[in-house]
Structure formats: structure tokens, C-alpha cells
């Protein structure tokens, strides 16, 4: 008897097509009302180009590090992601600001920018598995469990950029700061001159790197709070004898990278020098020449002379461009594997054009507004940042 076929049950992850539907379990959800150009559109270039020129000055299109090529070609300036969200505040004659980043960007661009300044995210599913990955109620949690245990008063909140807006403001209203990773190590020294521990959100990885790598630290003062576990999965006593209380969270692009990674590249290309992000896990640090942000990955290669080579540990698109950028050097990506980040590639060329022509119609699409109350709190955590010494000067992510 012939069997019929029977639609297998949608997974939690299942994949949607672009702008289409929303899967609430894994994306804070899609929305394209109108029609999004075909990927296929052989006009797509122009079109985003038209738009662009329509709007004139009163659109700025901030390009994050690792997007892609189609959609970074349009970008009015490119950078991470608190340089990007700066330079939109610096331009108010842009009415909107279009984001080819992730949501926490974006949000954080709608906090530091005017009021009459509008923020869009041209795919509302380009979020960040680590930003994700500290939810507000389980960091709330985290927060009365260090309270009921007397902890509280003596632990000072770091986040990282790479963090929600309401993790931002929790950390604004509870003494805390924002960091990046190029300076994580100075917030930190500013939080243990006010207290004896760090809640560090939402990144293990950058917390524990600096502490051990820049502080001196051993890797026994940092312990995991895991939010899936009751009391984080502590004991009181561990929390109080802990110096850094670190969020289970990491970046999903970074943490591919493994200490093999590393071994298997110098096997390859002896004599190479490894270059990688702070948000590669600890033992990949350990093995690696070079650790530093974005910024300081792109002014090491533009820096370093003819005939350098560098196997580099961060996203792949821009390893790519680093090494189009300079063929008189050898620029590898660190892993044999492909690893872009998934969520800021759902930024692409239709969802680009689709976003700028909706603007060219008066139409405001994919708003990402931050609440007065949330945008307060973390703009003093942010502030809190920019008091730190060199800090408002230097360069970021
Ligand atoms: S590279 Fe990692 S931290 Fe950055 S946006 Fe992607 S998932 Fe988030």
C-alpha cells in the first residue's frame, strides 16, 4: 500500500525563509510586511543604491565588522558595535539610522542616539546567541539569590556591550558598568576598587580571560553561575570566596575555535602568529600569540610588514576582507571550519533594500526602540564606561 508523505513536526530550530513567519522559541521574530525582494533580484545593487541616494542624508547605514560584503558595501561607516552606535549620535541630521548589525546593536545605537533619531534593523531575527543567552527574570534571580545571601552589596555588575538593554539597565541601577573588550580589564579594576566580587554578564569567556590573563588572577578565583541551576549551581560559600561570578554565556562564533585550532594551524604554516578575540575560550588564549578586539586585530594586520602571517580567531567575513585587504600578507581564518555568525548575516542585501525603500515610501519599518526607563539605566552603566580614564577616546569592541 503506498504510503502518503507526512510533514515532518516543525523542530524549535527549524529554519524559516528569510522574512518569512516567526519562530518564537529561537527569534525574537520576523516581520516583513510588503514584499521582500527575492534574493535572486539581479537589480537588488541598484535598487539599494536608489534608495540610499533618495534618502540622502537623512538615512546613515552603520555596518557592524561582520557583516557581509553585499550588505557592508552600503554602509556609511563600519566598526563595531559602540563605535557604530558613537558615530550614529554624532550625525543628528540622520533621521534614521539603519543598523547591519545585531538587536543588542541596534538597541544600544537607539539608547546613545537623539530622540528624533530612528532606529531600524533591517531583520528583526538578527539577534546574538550570547546577548540571548542572560535573560532578564534570570539574572533577577541571580540577583536575590547573591542578596539573600548577603552578597549583593559587595558585588559590582560588569556587562559587556554584547548584552540586552534591560541586562544594561540592570547593571546601571545596581552600581554596575558597561565594558568591551578592548576595556574589560580597566572596568574591572574600577569594580574592585568598589567591591569585593564581579557579576560578570554575559560572556565566561571575556570575564575570565581578563581576570586570569590582565589581572593575574588564578582560574580558581572564577567561578561558572549557571542560570539553569538553582543558586546558579554554587554554594553560598563558593559565591562569598569567588572574585568573579561569571554568566554562563559565550559567543557561539568564538567559542568554535578550539586549543587544536591552534596547534593544527602552526603545523600547517610554522612560524605563523595567532591573533584572536578575547571572547575565544581560555585554553585558546593560552596557545595564541596575540588576543586583543577587533580593532586592535584590524591595526595589527594593516600595521604588521610584508610577508606577515596571521591565522586570526574572530567572524570570517572580516578575516576575509583582512586578507583581500592585504595581498602582500598571509591572513588565514584560525579553524579549518567556516564560521561565520549565523544572526548578523540574516542582514542581507533584500532585507538591506527592502528596509530603505519602505523609507523612501515614509514607511518605518523594524523600529527598534528602547522604553525612557530602560534607555535611563543603561546609559549610566554606558556613562559609568566613559568616566573611565582614556576610555571615551579609545576604540571598543
Ligand atoms: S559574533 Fe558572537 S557575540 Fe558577536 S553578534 Fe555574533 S553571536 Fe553575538
Not at 590573563?213 to 580558581?220: A, F, I, K, Q
Given at each position: 500500500m503506498a504510503q502518503s508523505f507526512v510533514e515532518p513536526e516543525k523542530t524549535p530550530l527549524a529554519l524559516l525563509l528569510l522574512g518569512q513567519d516567526a519562530d518564537p522559541d529561537s527569534e525574537r521574530g520576523v516581520e516583513c510586511p510588503g514584499d521582500l525582494p527575492p534574493?535572486?533580484?539581479?537589480d537588488l545593487v541598484a535598487r539599494a543604491a536608489a534608495a540610499k541616494a533618495a534618502l540622502g542624508d537623512r538615512v546613515f547605514i552603520l555596518g557592524h565588522h561582520y557583516q557581509r560584503d553585499e550588505v557592508i558595501q552600503f554602509a556609511d561607516v563600519t566598526g563595531d558595535s559602540f563605535k557604530l552606535s558613537q558615530q550614529a549620535a554624532a550625525?543628528?541630521?540622520?533621521q534614521f539610522v539603519v543598523f547591519a548589525g545585531v538587536h543588542f546593536m541596534a538597541e544600544s545605537a537607539d539608547i546613545l542616539t537623539a530622540d528624533h533619531q530612528t532606529v531600524i534593523l533591517?531583520?528583526?531575527?538578527?539577534?546574538c546567541s550570547m546577548a540571548d543567552m542572560a535573560a532578564m527574570h534570570q539574572v533577577d534571580e541571580a540577583w536575590q539569590t547573591l542578596t539573600r545571601w548577603g552578597l549583593a552589596e559587595s558585588t559590582v555588575p560588569i556587562t559587556y556591550m554584547n548584552s540586552s538593554a534591560d541586562i544594561k539597565a540592570f547593571t546601571g541601577r545596581n552600581g554596575g558598568s558597561i565594558c568591551t573588550s578592548s576595556n574589560a580589564k580597566r572596568s574591572l579594576e574600577w569594580s574592585f576598587e568598589r567591591g569585593e566580587r564581579v557579576l560578570f554578564l554575559p560572556d565566561q569567556h571575556l570575564g575570565r580571560n581578563t581576570a586570569v590573563?590582565?589581572?593575574?588572577?588564578?582560574?580558581?578565583d572564577c567561578v561558572v553561575w549557571d542560570?539553569?541551576?538553582?543558586?546558579?549551581?554554587?554554594?553560598e560559600e563558593q559565591a562569598r570566596s569567588a572574585r568573579m561570578l561569571l554568566w554562563k554565556g559565550h559567543c557561539s562564533v568564538h567559542g568554535k575555535f578550539t586549543a587544536e585550532s591552534v596547534d593544527d594551524v602552526r603545523e600547517r604554516m610554522p612560524g605563523i602568529t595567532v591573533l584572536v578575540h578575547p571572547e575565544c575560550r581560555h585554553e585558546v588564549i593560552n596557545k595564541a600569540d596575540l588576543v586583543g578586539s577587533t580593532e586592535f586585530i584590524i591595526s595589527t594586520i594593516d600595521a604588521a610588514p610584508p610577508g606577515s602571517a596571521f591565522a586570526v580567531g574572530t567572524e570570517l567575513n572580516l578575516v576575509r576582507r583582512l586578507a583581500l585587504r592585504h595581498p602582500d600578507k598571509t591572513v588565514v581564518f584560525l579553524d579549518k571550519a567556516v564560521c561565520f555568525c549565523a544572526t548578523m548575516n540574516r542582514i542581507d542585501l533584500p532585507h538591506l533594500v527592502w528596509s530603505l525603500e519602505s523609507l523612501v515610501e515614509d514607511r518605518v519599518v523594524n523600529q527598534i526602540s528602547v522604553d525612557p526607563d530602560t534607555a535611563h539605566w543603561a546609559r549610566v552603566a554606558l556613562d559609568r564606561m566613559l568616566a573611565l580614564p582614556g576610555v571615551a577616546s579609545a576604540p571598543t569592541d
Open positions: 534574493a535572486s533580484d539581479p550625525r543628528p541630521e540622520a533591517p531583520d528583526l531575527a538578527a539577534g590573563r590582565d589581572l593575574g588572577m588564578s582560574l580558581e542560570p539553569h541551576k538553582p543558586d546558579g549551581g554554587m554554594t
